[in-house]
């Protein structure tokens, strides 16, 4: 359930628009989430496959994160 939750969130976040992250950010923020989407983006960036780390290293750095 965690590989689904990260896989659709990585493709959620990275098919915002530019101008789409910050409202994203702000939502995740007010609804307590975003420490949850980080983790499991975090936990794929350092166990996942290699196409899943890819992934979820450009997910973090279109948030602004350091991947």
Excluded: C, Q, Y
């Amino acid at each position: 359930m965690a590989d689904m939750f990260a896989a659709n969130t990585m493709s959620n976040i990275l098919s915002l628009r530019e101008e789409e992250v910050a409202e994203f950010l702000r939502d995740a923020m007010t609804s307590k989430r975003l420490s949850t989407i980080v983790k499991h983006l975090n936990s794929e960036l350092l166990d996942g496959a290699p196409e899943s780390k890819e992934k979820a290293s450009a997910a973090l750095t279109r948030l602004g994160f350091v991947a």
